[in-house]
């Protein structure tokens, strides 16, 4: 287990180290440089250059750079607010981005349980097939058309719910946004729920805990629920991480002020330095989310951590 | 013993001299009766029975036959183009001549003013009886209809491209990752695993920041986000055929790796294959249609669905019917290629547990 560990571990750190390099190269292509507003003299250039060791070889560029990033000094915003720390800006959005992803993720989770659930314990009903209609289209329709349907329907013609983010009512606000980016989480949860759970009930072990007269509540949730769970956690971290890109058109749409809405106005106003920082924080995040999930499954389920090591 | 060879018997013993008619070729075809309820079936006509059992298959594989004809045709079916403006119609509303007479797609839309919602017909007011925008115009006065087929036409074409591109290089890097195995499988799989952990939308926004915006760039950046699952299939398909009997037999009858790899191997795992494939159109689909939202798609004035349903947000409330057309053939593409998908999985892999 240590052993799988430190080397999921490795592989994460060298994967960051990759994606900062990708990243510096980037840099140095993208068209202008950050020191070349020409209110500033020769002398306050020479200092920026010097803070940023501008004016050392590019291998020495390089690693300041990492460090600079991995200390949380992301640099400044050129063109959304000029001069503004990117960290400053990132600060009172992550937040936001963060609630609203994780609300989407409870009730995404919860609905998704649901369905597959009533799917395969009514297999090969009307429930079923409406089950699976839902969980199909739900995995192929893009969350941002479901966004504005809703943002359409409940919030333009009926009015319940704020079309746009608003930050006095950030509870009745999120609820839209949420909802749209919680069906395709639902939807895929629900077609694995239904598989597993299909396969869990004709177990020879659901027979025995039946002939012993366990029945209703108890056999669904104690005993099938619970073994068809394993493999379902599996599925959830891809979803999570699919969760962070729906995200960015949804809270444009929304006009939430989160992470992905920066990201988009820093891509549409030519920001490169704010998209190359917000770029790495969703590949950090992305990473660790990843790695703390497969060190979970092989927590969780022992024989994930035998196959990988047999089959890697 | 009847006929005319008639047997002589000699002392009890039956002797018998065979004569040339008895080496006559007996057609005798009728007789053998030909089992045909366990006739062995081809491969391939097994899966067309298979997948055309499937209903949501047959709908899904029909959905996008038809969008595609009508994203070939469909362009050219009226006086429009897709990047002519008439700026003195704009945003009219949808008309069709055969259902205006019942009140729908008449080319009236409502709006709401401050005294309540009124009923608008641009046509009249314009005096513009005999024109005919199927799904509307939009805000510089183009028409929707010929917008939405040019764009579904584009998405296509990214689509199809960039999955077919990703389909060679995944597949041939899994393929010789697998085959050769030891370091060469540890070095290739390190590399996955780095290009796997970067968010795709990362380096697809990248790309585009760095390269002019186009169709072909477009493609290129898919290329280089979707190869990645479809070599970890490929591998695997690999690691499990390698070892078989026909891989030996080739082996020692002098056939070199890489006709082990595409001749002997390749032909054997296409089915997973072409599954993986139909899965990754609809994802290159919604990554085109999120790089057009952000703006980092084609540039004006062609058009994707992802830039129509851009351009259609802007005015969604004012005139909701500007952004129906192209989400609703984006959706139903999206859904009709995941279909089809699950129907080929399971047409050409009966034994895979459905997820």
Same mark, same amino acid.
């Given at each position: 287990m240590g052993k799988y560990t430190l080397k999921r571990v490795i592989t994460a750190l060298f994967t960051l180290l990759a994606i900062l390099l990708v990243l510096f190269i980037l840099m140095q292509l993208m068209p202008g440089s950050p020191f070349n507003d020409e209110k500033l003299n020769a002398d306050q250039r020479a200092a920026l250059y010097t803070k940023y060791g501008l004016d050392q070889p590019v291998t020495v560029q390089f690693f300041k750079y990492v460090?600079?990033?991995?200390? /949380?000094?992301?640099?400044?915003?050129?063109?959304? $607010? @000029?001069?503004?720390?990117?960290?400053?800006?990132?600060k009172t959005r992550l937040p936001i981005s963060i609630s609203i992803g994780g609300y989407a993720v409870l009730i995404g989770a919860v609905l998704g349980l649901l369905l597959g659930l009533v799917a395969a314990?009514?297999?090969?009903?009307i429930w079923d097939s409406l089950a699976t209609v839902i969980s199909v289209i739900g995995v192929s329709v893009p969350s941002y058309v479901f966004a504005l349907a809703l943002s359409y329907?409940?919030?333009?013609?009926?009015?319940?719910?704020?079309?746009?983010?608003?930050?006095?009512?950030?509870?009745?606000?999120?609820v839209l946004p949420s909802i749209s980016l919680s069906m395709f989480t639902m939807a895929s949860i629900a077609r694995f729920t239904r598989s597993e759970m299909?396969?869990?009930? /004709?177990?020879?072990?659901?027979?025995?805990?039946? $002939? @012993?007269?366990i029945s209703g509540f108890a056999l669904i949730f104690r005993h099938a629920l619970r073994n068809a769970l394993i493999p379902i956690i599996t599925v959830l971290a891809p979803l999570i991480v699919d969760l962070m890109t729906g995200s960015?058109?949804?809270?444009?749409?929304?006009?939430?002020?989160?992470?992905?809405?920066?990201?988009?106005?820093?891509?549409?106003s030519n920001d490169y330095n704010v998209v190359i920082s917000l770029s790495f924080i969703y590949s950090a995040m992305?990473?660790?989310i990843m790695l703390v999930v497969d060190i979970l499954y092989g927590i969780i389920d022992p024989r994930i951590r035998l196959a990988k090591k047999g089959g890697d | 013993m009847s006929g005319k060879n008639a047997a002589a018997t000699v002392n009890g013993t039956v002797s018998y001299t065979p004569v040339d008619a008895d080496f006559k070729w007996k057609n005798n075809a009728k007789e053998i009766g030909i089992d045909e309820n366990f006739a062995s079936q081809g491969f391939w006509k097994d899966v067309f029975v298979r997948y055309f059992k499937k209903v949501s298959a047959v709908i899904g594989l029909a959905l996008i036959v038809v969008i595609t004809v009508f994203a070939i045709i469909g362009p050219q079916m009226n006086e429009f183009s897709y990047s002519t403006q008439y700026l003195d119609q704009k945003n009219f509303a949808p008309r069709i001549a055969a259902l205006e007479r019942f009140g729908i797609f008449d080319g009236s839309e409502s709006m709401k003013t401050t005294t309540g919602s009124m009923k608008i017909n641009y046509y009249e007011e314009k005096g513009l009886n005999d024109l005919y925008y199927w799904f509307g115009s939009d805000n510089f006065g183009r028409d929707i209809w010929t917008r939405t087929w040019s764009g579904a036409r584009v998405s296509l074409i990214i689509a199809v491209a960039a999955a077919l591109i990703d389909m060679i290089i995944g597949m041939s890097y899994g393929l010789i990752s697998g085959y050769f195995g030891g370091k060469t499988d540890m070095i290739m799989q390190r590399i996955l695993e780095i290009a796997n952990g970067i968010p795709r939308l990362v380096i697809v926004t990248l790309l585009l920041l760095v390269l002019e915006p186009g169709m072909l760039t477009i493609i290129f950046a898919l290329m280089l986000t979707e190869w990645v699952g479809m070599s970890r299939i490929a591998r695997a398909e690999m690691l499990k055929l390698k070892e078989q009997e026909f891989v030996l037999a080739s082996r020692t009858l002098g056939a070199g790796s890489f006709f082990i790899i595409f001749k002997e191997v390749l032909p054997n795992i296409i089915g997973p294959i072409i599954t993986q494939v139909m899965f990754s159109i609809p994802t290159a689909i919604f990554t085109e249609a999120f790089l057009s939202f952000v703006g980092l798609g084609i540039p004006v004035p062609q058009c994707s669905l992802g830039s129509l349903i851009s351009e259609g947000f802007n005015s969604?409330?004012?005139?909701?019917?500007?952004?129906?057309?192209?989400?609703?053939?984006?959706?139903?593409?999206?859904?009709?290629?995941?279909l089809v998908a699950d129907g080929l999985r399971e047409a050409l892999d009966p034994k895979f547990k459905e997820m």
């Open positions: 460090g600079n990033m991995l200390r /949380g000094d992301l640099g400044v915003s050129y063109n959304i $607010s @000029k001069n503004t720390p990117i960290s400053q800006l990132i314990l009514k297999h090969n009903t329907n409940f919030g333009f013609k009926l009015g319940w719910f704020p079309m746009l983010f608003s930050p006095n009512d950030i509870f009745k606000s999120s299909l396969e869990v009930l /004709g177990s020879d072990y659901m027979l025995l805990a039946e $002939s @012993k007269g960015l058109v949804v809270e444009k749409i929304f006009a939430i002020p989160g992470v992905g809405s920066l990201l988009v106005n820093a891509i549409q992305y990473i660790i | 969604f409330t004012t005139h909701p019917y500007q952004i129906i057309p192209p989400i609703v053939v984006m959706a139903l593409l999206m859904l009709s290629f995941n």
